[in-house]
C-alpha cells in the first residue's frame, strides 16, 4: 500500500512539475473563531452545588493558502492552532489538491466519515449529540458519528454528482496515528487511560492498526424544500462503527436526526479483551426555524452501552448582531442512569455568551 502512495505521490510530482512556476507563490491569510461563554449548572453527583465551570471558552487560529497551477489545479494548506495552552496546541494540519478528479487531503484532520456525518440540527453553545454538554456536568458523551479524531491521515472526496458525493480515508499502521492501545499501559503522561479506548495520546504512540473510514452524502435544494442524507462507517482494529443521518428542510423549518452503533471491540487490537465492554447505540432528534437574524432549535439524544442510558436535551438560540458575531444560548437537561451502581447523575444548566468568528 505504502509503496502504491509513493508511487502516485510521484506521478503527481511530475505532472505538477513545470506548472508550478506561472503560479502566484501560496501567502497564508488568517481566519478562525473565539467563543466566550457564561452559564451554570445543577446535578445530583456534585457536592459543590452542580457548578463544574462558571465560564468556559473556545479560540482557534486558521492559516490558509492556496494556488492555482496553470493546468487548473488548486494545491494548499491548512494549519488550525488553538488560541489556549493545550495538549494538542496544533488542532489540524493537512496540504490539499483539488481539481476537477474531487479532492485530495493529507496531513492530521478528520476522517471522510467524520467531516460528512449528518446529525439533527441544533444551535447555541452547547447540545446533546457530542455538544460540550460534558464540559458543564459530569455526563458521558452521546455521540452519533465516535470517529477517531485528528489523524495523520490522507482522504480522498469525489466531485458532487448531482448531490451526491462520497469520500474515503485511510490512516497506516505505523504508530503515529495517537491512538491509545489499552494493552500496552493503563495510562500515559497526559492522563488518558485505559478507559479512553480511540483516544488520542501523542503523534509517537499508536496502537499500530490501520484506520480505515467512509461516507457517502446527499444534498440538494429542491421546490420549497431540501433534502441531506449520510452514510458512514469506520474500522479500527477488531471493530467498526456504522452510522446515518438526515435532514429535511421545508420554508424557515429543519428537522432531522441521526443514528450510530459501535461495536465493543472497535479502537481494540487482536490482543484486548473484549470482557465488561458493550455495543454502543445512540440516536438524536432535533428541529430547527430560522427567522432573519435569529435561529431557534430544540435537540434530544439518547445512548446505551450496556447498562448505562444516558439522554440529555437541549433549546438553543443563535442571533446574529454583525457579520462574524452572534449572541448565543443554550438551556439543557440531562439523565444517565448506570443500573446497578451509585453513580447515576441527573440535572440542568443554562449558557449564554458570545461567538466571533473572523
Known amino acids: 500500500m505504502k509503496k502504491i502512495l509513493f508511487a502516485s505521490s510521484a506521478i503527481v510530482a511530475v505532472a505538477f512539475a513545470g506548472q508550478a512556476s506561472a503560479s502566484e507563490p501560496i501567502k497564508l ?13 445543577d446535578q445530583d453527583l456534585d457536592a459543590a452545588g452542580g457548578r463544574v465551570n462558571a465560564f468556559q471558552s473556545d479560540t482557534e487560529v486558521y492559516f490558509t493558502g492556496s494556488t492555482t497551477l496553470d493546468n487548473g489545479i488548486e494545491i494548499g494548506a491548512r494549519i488550525e492552532l488553538e488560541g489556549e495552552s493545550s495538549t494538542d496546541q496544533v488542532d489540524e494540519q493537512f ?13 492530521k484532520n478528520d476522517s471522510a466519515a467524520d467531516a460528512m456525518g449528518v446529525t439533527a440540527p441544533r444551535v447555541g453553545p452547547v447540545g446533546p449529540n457530542d455538544g460540550g454538554m460534558e464540559d458543564w456536568v459530569n455526563m458521558t458523551i452521546i455521540d452519533t458519528v465516535p470517529s477517531s479524531g485528528d489523524q ?3 482522504t480522498y472526496y469525489t466531485p458532487n454528482f448531482g448531490g451526491f458525493q462520497a469520500g474515503v480515508s485511510f490512516a497506516d499502521d505505523s504508530r503515529t496515528n495517537g491512538t491509545f492501545d489499552k ?3 493503563t495510562t500515559t503522561s497526559n492522563g488518558v487511560t485505559s478507559t479512553n ?5 501523542s503523534d509517537t504512540s499508536g496502537a499500530g492498526d490501520n484506520i480505515v473510514s467512509a461516507a457517502v452524502a446527499y444534498s440538494n435544494d429542491f421546490d420549497g424544500f431540501s433534502l441531506g442524507l449520510s452514510l458512514e462507517g469506520e474500522n479500527q482494529g477488531e471493530g467498526n462503527w456504522y452510522g446515518a443521518g438526515v435532514n429535511v428542510g421545508f420554508g424557515n423549518f429543519t428537522v432531522g436526526g ?3 452503533t459501535k461495536e465493543e471491540d472497535y479502537g481494540l487490537t487482536s490482543r484486548n479483551s473484549t470482557a465488561g465492554l458493550d455495543d454502543t447505540d445512540a440516536f438524536d432528534l432535533g428541529v430547527s426555524y430560522a427567522m432573519d437574524a435569529a435561529s431557534v432549535s430544540a435537540t434530544y439524544a439518547y445512548q446505551e452501552t450496556g447498562s448505562t442510558e444516558t439522554q440529555g436535551a437541549s433549546v438553543g438560540l443563535n442571533y446574529t448582531l454583525g457579520a462574524g458575531v452572534s449572541w448565543q444560548s443554550s438551556v439543557f437537561w440531562f439523565d444517565e442512569d448506570k443500573a446497578g451502581t451509585t ?3 441527573d440535572g ?5 455568551g458570545i461567538a466571533l468568528s473572523f
Open 348 to 352: 440542568y444548566g443554562a449558557i449564554t
Open 183 to 185: 494493552s500496552v499501559t
Open 343 to 345: 453513580s447515576d447523575n
Open 29 to 41: 491569510s488568517v481566519g478562525g473563531f473565539m467563543e466566550q461563554w457564561v452559564g451554570f449548572a
Open 197 to 201: 479506548v480511540g483516544g488520542l495520546t
Open 95 to 107: 496540504l490539499f489538491v483539488n481539481g476537477g478528479f474531487g479532492r485530495i487531503e493529507m496531513g
Open 258 to 260: 441521526s443514528y450510530g
Open 152 to 154: 495523520n491521515r490522507v
